[in-house]
């Protein structure tokens, strides 16, 4: 099994930038697809962007796409979701999985706890 968790969420106004982290425990994170996901209240969990376990494949959500960079450090066992020129409707949790899936939560097995993102206007 793998644990999960995210840091760096936080309130930054519209326009600005923050990288959020996801650090993995218990096996190394490079045997997996991660994800990373935001829901808003009130709203249905959002697929925000994904890297492949080398990290040669990614994808984005079409919101994000040229805004947000995933990327990852297998030395570090960590993955990273830089996000920049952020606006008022990114203002969400934002989770890390990480499993053998792709895009659908549904094929995700581990989760981390989520960490706040806020961008106000």
């Known amino acids: 099994q793998v644990q999960l968790v995210e840091s760096g969420g936080g309130l930054v106004q519209a326009g600005g930038s923050l990288r959020v982290s996801c650090a993995a425990s218990?096996?190394?994170?490079?045997?997996?697809?991660v994800g990373w996901f935001r829901q808003a209240p009130g709203k249905e969990r959002e697929s925000v962007a994904h890297?492949?376990?080398?990290?040669?494949?990614?994808f984005y959500t079409n919101s994000v796409k040229g805004r947000f960079t995933i990327s990852r450090d297998n030395a570090k066992n960590t993955v990273y979701l830089q996000m920049n020129s952020l606006k008022p409707e990114d203002t969400a949790v934002y989770y890390c999985?990480?499993?053998?899936?792709?895009?659908?939560?549904?094929?995700?097995?581990?989760w981390g706890q989520g960490t706040q993102v806020t961008v106000s206007s």
């Open positions: 890297i492949s376990r080398g990290g040669i494949s990614t």
């Open positions: 218990g096996r190394t994170v490079s045997d997996y697809n």
């Open positions: 999985a990480a499993g053998v899936g792709w895009i659908n939560p549904i094929t995700y097995s581990y």
